[in-house]
């Protein structure tokens, strides 16, 4: 087989942080390759590496035989190496027919662009990727996976061989990723190399001719299709491959009710009239699809929001309406979004770490006991950081919500409410996490778990609540919960 | 990989740092310009008068760490000597000056921390109104006109007088910037006020009062404000409704100069007395060198340009790792 790209040795490091350590990376024309890795391994970087976005501190490029270097993304769309991000971008408020040719060689007539010729000749690019839409249709009124096409024809007007798709299917609908396949097999047959990353498992053992694997920024294996599974994947993509999941022993006996929820609503009506408990040392899922009223739940719960009605009881006794009184009680809660809501950003990781522990304002915060309050949590979660005076933002996901959890913990709460505490976390980090809540479980901590991730619910809960449009849709046990339950109470069919 | 040199980084130098260069270069230039300027009494005069803007700027970087501003720190300068004026004859000189900063700070730190901090009100606008009320009071109870005060050593040792060989307002100033720096750097309330500054609803839901703070650093930059007022009647033997009359913009641009961020969460109490003090050091030179006070603003602009397009190149050049990072380490 021929090769089409050929990238050696390369390697890309920012500061101190090594993002990629001599990878290779081998393409042929005509195959689908599927870089395969945990977050933070690498994937993204080679991907901008070989688009042009990122310049590699070392290493080589070669394109069917010829060295290559890529200054810029210009020099790489030329040699005919085009990426499709995340993130699209795309022109929202320009026509299908503008976008796609948006900085390509249009045809201009006495007048300027020649428009119906442009039209023609993007009509027949989306024909390719079976897309039929009006190329004088505005982008952003087309369905996130169409503006996704879009983007696909655009990387085919300029003749491009090879197609780089970071995350493709991402935020794509299950019939759409079935679709956007059928395309990326039929590009694949004529010809075009396409390398892919996802963390989706099955749909990268659906759609791949071959595969490499990044580690811990360097390379780790490379295959064709036979042979792959997912084992074979999980095996090269992790290290230390998180320990299989110990089931809880739940003790006999009836344990102690440590919060009530009572009849509680909220002003905004994103839920109405919910009741609810949590007995000490147990972890409650609390399901439900995007929407339905979890996180405002849970953040009026804690008191960022102010109650219609209803009341919040920790040990018997009610509790306050602000955040600190809510904490004072007893309650923590690690929220949905870290950056918007979890970290101050410019912040050190210490003083993020410490940033629910309070005094009088104007009393002098002691740096001795500090320093070991901060030590100890960072030895006990094993965060991985340098320098404790370095803003957080510094730190991979997963170590930041470490530090978040942290902080919750450092006020030594009766409850801990954490709210999709595993988002955009690699597996490890993830694992180690549901390690720590039960840990923290059979110490007698009563824990809520909101996650949309019905694995993660039935991972870690001892119970599972599910929430639908703002009401308690059901009130599962572990012992006889089916998936199906949660999924029919989610998405509010009857149980 | 290796490294050839090891420069300190762009990024690890404070802020401040490239504004304090350029004032000791500003200073060797002058030294060698004019012999003048090194004069006892030019550098007594460059520190005089840069004690006022550089307390009101103290008071402004609290109220801008947290994402807020305080644009009525100069009507309140006028409006203190006023109060002062009018107290002064009734009572005991010191007894006036506590009653006056006292009765200034509660009215104004009230009404802008109350519909600030409280009521969650855009601190621009809201100190923007202040800004011209408390001018316009000034103007409405003097009918315009300039009151001569008999000041006394104690606000004439704050304002303008010495204490032994040392001017009075730079032990103010002295005094002011050193609890200032401890309250932000060792204590609570400090770490509140960065934090409120730098993501507010992460604040909340970590156990802050967050209304208190921002309430609270209204009523410092009031109670700075008033300070600065009569260290001004010390200054100037009088009261004038038309003193300090934009001065809020050069202590914001002396703020900014020295580093701290307008979108609140990031800044020092050092880069402000530094920035305010570089400001009045080129004003001071250019009117030595006899350059026309109109240039001054001209050049407090294009310093103030230059600070933005500086820090932005900082921001950039030491980001571009970081967004390196947070897109491959960090990956949401």
Redesign the interface.
Known sequence: MTTRVLMEGI?K???A?H?LTGVNLTLHPGEVHTIAGE??S?K??LL?ILAGV?KP?AGSIAIDGTAVEFPDIRAAINHGVTMVSQELSLVPHLGVAENVFLGHNQTRNAFGIDWKDTDRRSLEILKRLNLSVNPRAEVSSLPQHEQQLVEIARALASQTKVLLLDEPTSSLAPAEVEALFNVVRQLRDDGVSIVMISHRMSEMLAISDRFTVLRDSKFIDTSTRNGVDENWLIDRMVLNKPKAATKRVKSDEPQRVVMEVKSLSDFAGSFENISFNIHEGEIVGLAGLAGAGRTELV?TI?G?YSRRSGEVFINGKKIGH???ST??SGIA?V?DD??????????SVR?NL???V????????SRKKEEKIVNSWVDKFSIKVKNLDSPI??????N?QKVVIA?CLV?KPKVLILDEAT??IDLGAKAEIYEILRALAREGLAILVVSSEITEIFEISDRVLVMHAGELTADLDRSTIKESDVVSAATGVLV | ?KRVMKLPTVSSLPAWFGILVLEIMLLIAMAILQPVFFSGSNLSNIVRSSAVPIILGIGMTFTILTAGIDLSVGSVLAFTGIVLSGLITHMPRAAAVIATIALVTLIVGGINGFLIGKLGLNSFVITLGSLGIFRGISYLVTNGTTRSIDTGPLINTLGDGNVGPIPGPFLVVIFVSIISIY?LK????G??V??VG??E?????????TSRVKM?VYFISAFLAALAGVMQVGRLQAASPTIGAGLELTVVAGVLLGGTRLSG??GSITGTVIGLLFLQTVSNSLTIQGVSSYWQQVVTGVLLGAAVLFDRIRIVYSGR??R?????????
């Not at chain 1, 933002?393 to 997963?398: P, W």
């Not at chain 2, 060792?186 to 309330?189: I, K, L, P």
């Open positions: 390697s490091r920012f500061d942080v993002a977050n933070g690498g993204s970087t901008k990122l501190d953040e804690v960022a602000n955040t600190r904490m004072n809660l929220p870290r950056r918007l809501k979890s970290t101050i950003h410019e912040m003083d410490l940033l629910a309070h005094g009088r304002p104007a009393k002098n915060r933002s510094a730190l991979s996901g997963g930041q902080r006020s988002r955009g | 990989m309250a060792s204590t609570y309330f770490r509140d960065f934090a730098g993501n609803f992460a604040a909340k839901l970590a156990g802050i009062f609270t969460g990031v790792s970081k390196g990072e947070e897109s491959n380490v960090t990956k949401e």
